[in-house]
C-alpha cells in the first residue's frame, strides 16, 4: 500500500499512523506483529523525508536501536537494521541520533544492512 507510493505515504503520516506503529513496535512481543510493524516503518519511511521526521519525534529510533540490538522480543534484528538504515539515509538528524545510541558499531552494521527479502517483498 505505501511501498513506493509517496502519496499513500503521507495519508499515512496523516491519518496519525506513525505514532500507532511506533507504539505497537515498542509493545509488541508476537514476531509476526513486530515483523509487520517494522516492515511497515521502512516502507512507510523510504524516500520521505517527512515521514523520517514524523517516526523521529515519535521515539521510533529509541525502539529500532532495542530491536537491531536484540534487546527486544524481535527474532529479526535485520529488518530493523533495515529500518534504521532507511530512516538516516538522507536525514543527518536521525544518522546523529543512532549514532548517540549506539555508536559507530551500530552505525556500521544500519549502513551495511541489506534491504531484507521481507522488507522489498511485503511478505510476513
Same mark, same amino acid.
Given at each position: 500500500?505505501? =511501498?513506493?507510493?509517496?502519496?499513500?505515504?503521507?495519508?499515512?503520516? %496523516? =491519518?496519525?499512523? %506513525?505514532?500507532?506503529? !511506533?507504539? %505497537?513496535?515498542?509493545?509488541?512481543?508476537?514476531?509476526?506483529? /513486530?515483523?509487520?510493524?517494522?516492515?511497515?516503518?521502512?516502507?512507510?519511511?523510504?524516500?520521505?523525508? =517527512?515521514?523520517?521526521?514524523?517516526?523521529?519525534?515519535?521515539?521510533?529510533?529509541?525502539?529500532? !536501536?532495542?530491536?537491531?540490538?536484540?534487546?527486544?522480543?524481535?527474532?529479526?534484528? *535485520? #529488518?530493523?537494521?533495515?529500518?534504521? $538504515? !532507511?530512516? #538516516?539515509?538522507? $536525514?543527518? *538528524?536521525?544518522?546523529?541520533? /543512532?549514532?548517540?545510541?549506539?555508536?559507530?558499531?551500530?552505525?556500521?552494521?544500519?549502513? *551495511?544492512?541489506?534491504?531484507?527479502?521481507? %522488507?522489498?517483498?511485503?511478505?510476513?
Amino acid at each position: 500500500m505505501a =511501498a513506493g507510493n509517496k502519496p499513500n505515504q503521507d495519508a499515512m503520516r %496523516v =491519518a496519525g499512523a %506513525v505514532p500507532q506503529l !511506533v507504539d %505497537v513496535m515498542g509493545h509488541a512481543t508476537d514476531k509476526n506483529t /513486530v515483523q509487520a510493524t517494522l516492515c511497515t516503518v521502512f516502507h512507510l519511511a523510504q524516500n520521505n523525508t =517527512a515521514n523520517k521526521d514524523a517516526f523521529k519525534a515519535a521515539g521510533a529510533i529509541e525502539i529500532l !536501536v532495542k530491536h537491531a540490538t536484540k534487546q527486544s522480543a524481535n527474532k529479526n534484528p *535485520e #529488518i530493523a537494521l533495515c529500518a534504521l $538504515h !532507511v530512516l #538516516i539515509d538522507g $536525514h543527518p *538528524e536521525n544518522k546523529a541520533k /543512532v549514532e548517540s545510541l549506539g555508536g559507530d558499531h551500530l552505525l556500521q552494521m544500519v549502513a *551495511e544492512a541489506e534491504p531484507h527479502t521481507t %522488507v522489498t517483498s511485503g511478505d510476513g
